[in-house]
C-alpha cells in the first residue's frame, strides 16, 4: 500500500483554482493563487485529522503486526505508556500526552477484545 504524496495528490489544486476562479472574476489571477494555495492545504491532508482511530487498526497504534505475540503487545503498551504518560509531558503537552494514552489504552483493550474472540 503506496500512500501518495502532497505533490502528487493534485485533485484539491485543480478544484481550487476553478473556485478561485469563479469566486473571484474581478481578479481572476488572485481568485486562482488563493485557491491552488487552498487546495494545496488539502492535498496535504492539513484539515485531516490526526488522531488515530485505535479500531481501524490497534496493532499500528502499537506499533505492531497482527503476528505479534501477547508478550510483545503488553510490552509495547507498557513501552509507550511510559513514553506518553502525561506526568513525563511538560505543562503544555499534557493534554496531549492524555489523549496519546488514550489512544493505547483502547488499542490495548481492543486487541485483547479480538484476540479473545474464538476464530473461525
Known amino acids: 500500500m503506496n500512500e501518495e504524496t502532497a505533490s502528487q495528490r493534485w485533485h484539491g489544486k485543480l478544484i481550487g483554482v476553478i473556485a478561485g476562479l469563479a469566486l473571484l472574476r474581478a481578479e481572476p489571477l488572485l481568485g486562482a493563487l488563493l485557491g491552488l494555495l487552498i487546495g494545496q492545504a488539502f492535498d496535504a491532508r492539513w484539515f485531516a485529522t490526526r488522531v488515530a482511530d485505535p479500531f481501524a487498526d490497534p496493532y499500528r497504534v502499537l506499533g505492531l503486526t ?38 493505547i489504552n483502547a488499542a490495548y483493550d481492543r486487541i485483547r477484545i479480538l ?3 474464538p476464530r473461525t
Open 66 to 103: 497482527d503476528a505479534a505475540s501477547d508478550d510483545e503487545i503488553a510490552s509495547a503498551r507498557r513501552r509507550l505508556i511510559a513514553r506518553h504518560h502525561p506526568d513525563r509531558a511538560g505543562q503544555h503537552d499534557r493534554h496531549r500526552h492524555e489523549r496519546r494514552l488514550c489512544e
Open 115 to 117: 484476540r479473545a474472540r
